[in-house]
T-cell receptor
Framework: KAGVTQTPRYLIKTRGQQVTLSCSPI?????VSWYQQTPGQGLQFLFE???????NKGNFPGRFSGRQFSNSRSEMNVSTLELGDSALYLC????????????FGPGTRLTVT | DQQVKQNSPSLSVQEGRISILNCDYT??????FLWYKKYPAEGPTFLIS?????DKNEDGRFTVFLNKSAKHLSLHIVPSQPGDSAVYFC????????????FGTGTSLTVIP
């Protein structure tokens, strides 16, 4: 079956702009989680959506938001970009239980200049 | 604050020998733990998990040990193979928090042929 896809794979934005990243989960998966990966910080949990509802949220400012559509595809938006937002953004999909395996996409590399 | 820590950024092991990757956590309420492997330009892939009701879980060449009193878990790979060269992340979660996982910063394993 097709894996998790993320678009775009690479993005360069200017400080102050906003950006939207997309994640298409594996068919049948209802949970999509988003993570930010930066050097030295590992993966930091942003939020999780399950059946179009935000189920969990990490410790990130309100500039980071997301949504999930009825087909389980998810988008993540970052407004008023800062240089520190430069990172690899990963999404992961699963059936929803934490014991069910999460499958990660390849990530979107965001560079803010 | 980093609740899950991997204090060794890198590890080199000879092919055929044992690789031991370590992970420490600070929150005693964590009750479910995972290990992921990540190759460059790919998302992390699930390796093995362990619940806090166990102290050991095996899957082929991979064994995870959990020491709750020390708040420490380790991943043993025996025997190590060159294809195991990757970055390994440990992750932990709390009960009833869905797929919200706390990740360590990763250990880069190099298996030397």
């Amino acid at each position: 079956k097709a894996g998790v896809t993320q678009t775009p794979r690479y993005l360069i934005k200017t400080r102050g702009q906003q950006v939207t990243l997309s994640c298409s989960p594996i068919s049948g998966h209802r949970s999509v989680s988003w993570y930010q990966q930066t050097p030295g910080q590992g993966l930091q949990f942003l939020f999780e959506y399950f059946s179009e509802t935000q189920r969990n949220k990490g410790n990130f400012p309100g500039r980071f938001s997301g949504r999930q559509f009825s087909n389980s595809r998810s988008e993540m938006n970052v407004s008023t970009l800062e240089l520190g937002d430069s990172a690899l953004y990963l999404c992961a999909s699963s059936l929803g239980h934490r014991e069910s395996e999460q499958y990660f996409g390849p990530g979107t590399r965001l560079t803010v200049t | 604050d980093q609740q899950v820590k991997q204090n060794s950024p890198s590890l080199s092991v000879q092919e055929g020998r044992i690789s031991i990757l370590n992970c420490d956590y600070t929150n005693s309420m964590f009750d479910y733990f995972l290990w992921y492997k990540k190759y460059p330009a790919e998302g992390p892939t699930f390796l093995i998990s362990i619940s806090s009701i166990k102290d050991k879980n095996e899957d082929g060449r991979f064994t995870v040990f959990l020491n709750k009193s020390a708040k420490h878990l380790s991943l043993h790979i025996v025997p190590s193979q060159p294809g195991d060269s990757a970055v390994y992340f440990c992750a932990a979660s709390l009960r009833n928090t869905g797929n919200q996982f706390y990740f360590g910063t990763g250990t880069s394993l190099t298996v030397i042929p």
